[in-house]
């Protein structure tokens, strides 16, 4: 997508962190962008806070559910009437020992980390066929790498790294790119961490933007599938 002016952009989890940074970073190059969240009021602060006119669409999303992804598409769709890239980005981290872990803490992942990646891909895959578009996912480094209290966490972003792989070779002959983006330490608020100056050392969020920019902008024949992201240095935390 050599000229991104214009183009429609959709971003699950849109509300802060990750999902905002990517929002303000294509709005910046001049694209439209409806970004969604569970808390519609959330939402709405969010498309204030980007300040952009008529090129912000807030939408309220719960990604565990099919229905509500499909009204968003059709609201995107209806007032834009196209839709060329979709990030699903939405998700959720609870960390324990699998023994305390409890069940409402493995549906809450499961549903939002892994069927919601589906979720948004079957309301959205349509349209991405008529633009020729771009769905990326927004997986981890936990999607490779095992860790202790992570067995929930785990199982979603090794699933949706394994989707995302599989949806590529789905969809690569509508001319679809498709793409998973796994970040190690973001500093964000997941996980009720508080972002300040201790995260420094810390993938930023615009970072991610930046990235999900060059993704768009790389020539049609190049496909970077799977692209892993980390600190570059650690030690400094």
């Known amino acids: 997508m050599s000229n991104l002016r214009g183009k429609v952009a959709y971003i699950t989890g849109g509300s802060k962190g990750i999902g905002f940074s990517v929002a303000k970073t294509l709005l910046d190059a001049g694209m439209k962008v409806a970004i969604s969240g569970r808390n519609m009021e959330t939402v709405e602060s969010a498309a204030k806070q980007l300040n952009d006119g008529n090129n912000v669409l807030a939408l309220q999303s719960d990604v565990s559910q099919l229905g509500d992804e499909q009204r968003a598409v059709k609201e995107i769709l209806d007032t834009w009437g196209q839709l060329d890239v979709v990030l699903a980005n939405a998700g959720v981290g609870h960390f324990a020992p699998v023994d305390e ?71 690569r002959k509508y001319d679809i790119k498709v793409s998973t983006i796994m970040p190690g330490s973001v ?3 997941f996980n009720n961490n508080e972002p300040s100056d201790k995260d420094a050392w810390k993938i930023q969020p615009e970072d ?9 902008k790389m020539h049609p024949r190049t496909l970077p599938s799977k ?7 650690p030690d400094k935390k």
């Open 187 to 189: 500093a964000t608020h």
């Open 101 to 171: 872990m409890s069940e409402d803490q493995w549906n809450s992942m499961i549903n939002t980390n892994l069927s919601g990646v589906f979720h948004t891909l079957k309301a959205s895959v349509e349209a991405l066929k008529e633009s020729k578009g771009y769905y990326m996912t927004l997986a981890s480094l936990a999607g490779t790498n095992f860790f202790a209290n992570g067995a929930g966490y785990n199982a979603t972003k090794f699933g949706v790294v394994g989707f995302t792989q599989a949806v590529m070779l789905d969809l």
């Open 208 to 216: 991610i933007g930046i990235l999900v920019l060059d993704l768009l």
């Open 227 to 233: 692209i892993e992201v980390r600190p570059t240095r």
